[in-house]
Each structure stands twice: as structure tokens, then as C-alpha cells.
């Protein structure tokens, strides 16, 4: 007989929602406190199965045990952000973006209604650390940030979010409110076979140092933000 094999190895359950299945691998308490006095705590969850082999995280908010029943039941649907990681925005407080405040306006709203925050390890719209930072030298040079990565020979948006629709899957989340302005993002997840109840729109966080880039947003991917008019 062989030897029971290393968890990581065991082979998945078939796929529900068209893509592998996982499973929760482990839940803590974080206490949270966000630099601006706000303060929360959530339920930080890890995963067994992700496709890319990445650890992802996800942060349960709020009443959310009570909100996967209400939702089950045909009520609202948990509201859930998959937030890619930024670390200078999320960490640095870097004004280059608008990740930093949209991480701390998640958090709250989530912890209001109840839900979850996908913590997604896909550093500068999946380029990842060094060659965002790259592409950043690239706009102190005058392209903004699609065409930079264009530049660098990478995508305009490399994120995926195969891993993110087997964390909801894993979390029992079939249905929810999405908390994002990018139209992408919807329609890979609803491409898994997850409902999308309602899109919410996350608030403007614009500073004259990411304004720019904003801009650069709502044109090359279609995100719903209502940016002041551009000067003639
Ligand atoms: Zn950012």
C-alpha cells in the first residue's frame, strides 16, 4: 500500500463551477486596526487546491456566517471584493493608485453587511513587484500604466481570477454583491458559474498624484468612475 500522500497532494473533488476544486485549509482571528483608527476583526482563511499555487488570502467580515445563510435562503448576498495586492499602495500608502484607501473602504463596508475581502496575490495587475515598478519608471516618462506594461512586453491586465472563484466556491459563496468598478472581474466570475446579485461601485479616491492614472483606468478597461472633467 502506498503511503497517504502530503495534503497539498491529494488530488481535488471535481469541479463544480467549471473550475478545480478547494477547500478551506485553516481559519484565524486577525484583529484589524486600520492606520485611521478603524477598527475590525476578521476571520483570515487559507486554501488547499488553489490553481496557481499561490497563497491568496481571505478576510471574512462581519456577520458573514449569517449572511451565507440569509443568502442561501434567497436573500441579500454577501457583499465580496477580490482585491489584488498592491504592496505600495496597500502597505507604502503610495498615491500612484487608488489601492491603498479602496483596501481600508472595503474592509468597512464588508464589516457592515457582512461578506468577504479576497486578499489576491497578483502584484501590478499580475506583473507582479519588480516589473511594476519598472513600468512606473517607464510613466515618470510619460505613458501611462496599460501602455507601460505593453511596453515591458506584458498585458495590459494579466489578473486572473480562477483562484479567486474557488475561494468563494471553497467558502460556500454561490451568490454575491461584487465591490469593484471593473467589468472584468464580473465577467470572469460569472464565466465560473457564480451569480453576481449586484454590482456596488467602490467610492472615488482620487489625489493629484493618482489622478492620472485613474484616468488611464476608466479609459483602457472600462471602469465605471466618475473622474473631474480633463481640462481642454
Ligand atoms: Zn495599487
Request: some cysteine; proline content about 6%; hydrophobic content about 35%.
Amino acid at each position: 500500500m502506498s503511503e497517504a500522500l502530503p495534503r497539498r497532494f491529494v488530488r481535488p473533488t471535481p469541479p463544480v463551477l467549471g473550475i478545480p476544486r478547494a477547500t478551506v485549509r485553516r481559519e484565524v482571528t486577525l484583529p484589524l486596526r486600520t492606520p485611521d483608527g478603524f477598527s475590525t476583526t476578521a476571520r483570515a482563511i487559507t486554501f488547499d487546491g488553489l490553481v496557481d499555487g499561490k497563497e491568496h488570502v481571505a478576510l471574512a467580515l462581519g456577520d458573514w456566517r449569517r449572511a451565507l445563510r440569509r443568502s442561501a435562503a434567497g436573500g441579500q448576498a454577501p457583499l465580496v471584493r477580490p482585491h489584488s495586492e498592491c504592496l505600495t499602495g496597500d502597505v507604502f500608502g503610495s498615491e500612484r493608485c487608488d489601492c491603498g484607501p479602496q483596501f481600508r473602504e472595503a474592509l468597512e463596508r464588508i464589516a457592515v453587511t457582512g461578506g468577504f475581502l479576497l486578499y489576491l496575490r497578483q502584484e501590478g495587475r499580475g506583473i507582479g513587484l519588480y516589473t511594476k515598478l519598472d513600468a512606473y519608471a517607464l510613466q515618470e516618462r510619460g505613458l501611462d500604466t496599460f501602455e507601460a506594461n505593453l511596453t515591458l512586453g506584458r498585458g495590459e491586465d494579466e489578473r486572473d481570477y480562477t483562484a479567486a472563484g474557488q475561494m468563494l466556491d471553497a467558502l460556500g459563496v454561490r451568490r454575491l454583491a461584487l465591490l469593484s468598478n471593473n467589468p472584468d472581474k464580473a465577467q470572469q466570475l460569472e464565466g465560473f458559474g457564480i451569480e453576481i446579485t449586484e454590482r456596488v461601485p467602490t467610492r472615488l479616491h482620487v489625489s493629484p498624484s493618482n489622478l492620472r492614472y485613474l484616468r488611464a483606468k476608466a479609459r483602457h478597461s472600462a471602469h465605471t468612475l466618475q473622474l473631474p472633467p480633463e481640462r481642454a
